[in-house]
């Protein structure tokens, strides 16, 4: 059963995949081209996205909170890096004692369509090394969740990703 959390996101990541793909070429020659990634490893398991019409970030500047989502729709799988914070967020680490709203929040669906998200008292690491107007890139890490299924560790995170807003 899909936690109502990580059915939102789900949600999220395919209605912003699909109007992102609307726009694009797909041939994944864009700017940048190959230097767009997003790998992990799902309980020691390596997970990979090179497509540029596959991954994305978001910037949400706010009056009262501020979010950047980071994003990857495949075939197969797909993986969304949330972080809230009421001050502006830009390079550093992001965790939820770091964070003065919500924190980060990293949900993931594997092959078999199952919905894991991280719980608000989480242990995601969401460290941004690059925050530029095209590209957000750095690393993570975290530990998601699904009721009656074991938990997944997600370790050696990495991404690169174009920057629409």
Do not use: K
Request: aromatic residues 8%; charged residues 15%; hydrophobic residues 35%.
């Amino acid at each position: 059963m899909s936690t109502p959390r990580a059915r939102g996101h789900t949600v999220l990541v395919l209605l912003a995949s699909l109007a992102l793909a609307s726009c694009g070429e797909g041939d994944g020659t864009g700017p940048g081209g190959s230097d767009l990634f997003l790998r992990f490893r799902a309980n020691g398991v390596l997970h990979e996205e090179t497509s540029e019409t596959a991954l994305f970030s978001y910037v949400y500047p706010g009056t009262s909170n501020n979010s950047v989502v980071i994003t990857s729709v495949t075939g197969t799988w797909h993986m969304s890096i949330s972080i809230f914070d009421d001050d502006p967020i830009g390079t550093g680490t992001h965790t939820n004692a770091s964070s003065n709203s919500l924190g980060p929040i990293v949900s993931f669906t594997d092959a078999a369509g199952m919905d894991y998200a991280t719980e608000l008292a989480s242990d995601a690491v969401i460290n941004i090394t690059t925050f530029t107007d095209t590209r957000i890139g750095g690393t993570f890490t975290a530990t998601v969740v699904e009721t009656g299924q074991p938990d997944v560790s997600l370790t050696e995170g990495s991404f690169m990703t174009t920057r629409f807003n």
